[in-house]
């Protein structure tokens, strides 16, 4: 039986408290037989969003609780190796600048087979008020687990 979709809460990387291991496609290669740049975003938010229902268990991304939510505001890609069909990555997630209203989540995806580097990056999550339309403060609970998880204040 397969790995893909599981995601691992322990640490499995020095530094980095979440993992989640997913195995790449026939239809997320492109012309050139190996992993479309698009489909890392893709792999990146299935890990990111893993990452989130384990410390905030109610989170629903498609059905907000309530008011409050979080929406994707900014990403950063750097690719740094192909990935080929059929190949398990392990992408590792760790929360890192936080601050009123968002947070950085950074990041490293990695071969299973044999450790390579395929990306590493960021995102910036905001804190979103649904029936306003607006920005809102993160929750003091969340803020709370994000930083026992190794965000850092910054405002």
Do not use: K
């Not at 026939?26 to 890990?47: I, K, Q, S, Y």
């Not at 268990?57 to 059905?63: D, I, L, M, T, V």
């Not at 009123?100 to 580097?117: A, N």
């Amino acid at each position: 039986m397969s790995d893909a979709g599981i995601a691992r809460g322990g640490a499995t990387r020095e530094g980095w408290p979440f993992a989640y291991l997913d195995r790449v496609r026939f239809g997320d290669l492109d012309a050139m037989r190996h992993l479309n740049n698009v489909e890392f975003l893709r792999f990146f938010e299935t890990a990111r969003i893993a990452y989130i229902r384990s410390i905030v268990p109610s989170h629903q991304p498609a059905e907000p609780e309530g008011d409050w939510g979080l929406i994707f505001a900014e990403c950063h890609i750097n690719y740094r190796s192909p990935a080929f069909f059929d190949e398990q990555i392990r992408t590792h997630v760790r929360p890192s600048h936080l601050r009123r209203s968002s947070v950085r989540m950074e990041f490293l995806m990695e071969s299973e087979q044999d450790g390579r580097t395929l990306a590493e990056g960021w995102g910036a999550l905001v804190g979103y008020d649904y029936v306003g339309g607006r920005p809102c403060p993160l929750p003091d609970d969340v803020t709370a687990v994000l930083r026992e998880q190794g965000a850092e204040r910054e405002d």
